[in-house]
């Protein structure tokens, strides 16, 4: 059994107004599981960490709030199934990570921060019964801690902002209710969170953790699952919720970040469904889809706010991920607005153009081996390729490829 007591910080280099990515509920397996929807052999990683790499503005860092696993453990698999993940991670081969020493990048300049969920303290998905222990397979976080980070909360602290990383615990569903809670806080977290915003000051503060702190009925991204559980306090963790509130409310904290109920939505802390950027709300409350699904938000920070984005979406699960799968490609990639896709072979299709928030750009049908795309009237950034193409039926491919206009 591991608990870690130790609470530490880590000073990052950003000095000025800076973007992050928030991503949950990776559900990175090695196993097929009928319980859970899962990132098999992390193949919905590989996409949107390199989805993430291209990103312009890029990221400082990336933040990742639990379930990075979809089994903590597994007697099949006994290094757990973080390694499907970590192997897209720089440093390679690193073991008992610090905070902050993995990045998705191999110029290892954009690191990738986690928190963990519920799923890192699973040793299977089968037979669970919570009903005869109050700390259900406490055993299994040690692989989290191997291959991920520590196990422990910590400060990540900026000229202008501070970021508490927080444990949020493990599922006492089935002990005190039905509804999927976790076990949340300790007093002594909350003592060291308290702590951490009196020192902040008037620094922008965030709070980032597995479970929601307060929940609505939001929606989800791409095929991803939503709860439908709409109430506030739904989903969310178990002890010392109202004084977690009442800290929040306390200290003017800007944002929470969680994930956990698998869909989209932001609320005020009695649970109403409120705008991402709401600033008359109070602390707002945000929920990210799950990264299996492509779910991820785009976080700016200033002096003055916290930008959230609306719900973005990197690669869409589908019967096929990828455009080497039907020997298709893409050319020039990064271009200056005109590309080509390459299909191999003569089919019909029809192509779709989304920018980063969402919006349709460029639509497009095409009945040819070979299609350009032309996106000279978009400005530089990222975008996302949709390609709906019939060959044969009754097989249909959908996906999101990442295009990237560079000037």
């Not at 090695?30 to 996409?47: F, H, P, Q, R, Y």
């Not at 499907?84 to 610090?98: D, E, I, M, R, V």
């Amino acid at each position: 059994m591991l608990l870690a007591a130790l609470f530490s910080s880590q000073v990052s280099a950003q000095s000025s107004a800076f973007t992050f990515v928030h991503i949950s509920d990776l559900h990175v397996s090695t196993v097929t599981s009928a319980v859970n929807l899962c990132d098999l052999n992390g193949e919905e990683a590989k996409c949107y960490l390199q989805t993430f790499n291209n990103l312009n503005p890029r990221p400082a860092f990336i933040l990742a709030t639990g379930d990075i696993s979809n089994i903590g453990n597994s007697t099949a698999v006994p290094g757990g199934m973080y390694r499907a993940l970590t192997q897209y991670l720089y440093p390679h081969g690193l073991t008992y990570p610090g905070i902050g020493s993995l990045f998705i990048d191999s110029a290892q300049t954009i690191p990738i921060y986690f928190a963990p969920g519920n799923h890192e303290y699973y040793t299977t998905l089968t037979g669970l019964d919570f009903t005869t222990q109050t700390l259900p397979y406490l055993d299994s976080i040690p692989n989290y801690v191997k291959n991920i980070a520590p196990d422990t909360d910590y400060a990540v602290t900026t000229d202008i902002s501070v970021i508490l990383f927080m444990r949020s615990g493990w599922d006492i569903s089935y002990l005190v209710s039905t509804d999927p809670k976790g076990s949340s806080f300790s007093d002594a977290q909350i003592a060291w969170m308290t702590n951490q915003l009196s020192l902040a000051g008037n620094k922008k503060k965030m709070l980032v953790m597995h479970h929601p702190a307060a929940n609505y009925n939001g929606t989800g991204c791409s095929t991803a699952t939503h709860s439908a559980i709409a109430n506030d306090s739904s989903a969310t963790f178990y002890y010392n919720r109202d004084a977690f509130i009442h800290m929040c409310d306390s200290f003017h904290v800007d944002v929470i970040l969680a994930g956990h109920s698998h869909q989209n939505v932001v609320v005020d802390k009695n649970g109403n469904q409120i705008d991402e950027n709401c600033d008359t709300c109070g602390t707002r409350y945000v929920q990210t889809g799950p990264a299996f699904g492509g779910c991820y938000r785009s976080i700016t920070v200033d002096s003055s706010f916290v930008t959230v984005s609306v719900p973005l979406s990197s690669c869409i699960p589908a019967a096929v991920k990828d455009l080497d799968e039907l020997h298709m490609s893409v050319y020039p990639d990064p271009s200056n607005g005109i590309f080509t896709l390459n299909m191999g072979q003569t089919m019909q299709v029809q192509l779709k153009v989304y920018n980063l928030m969402g919006q349709c750009v460029h639509q497009q049908s095409a009945l040819d081996s070979n299609v350009q795309i032309d996106l000279r009237n978009q400005a530089s950034g990222i975008y996302f390729l949709q390609l709906v193409a019939e060959q044969g039926e009754p097989v249909t491919y959908n996906f999101k490829y990442p295009l990237v206009i560079n000037r």
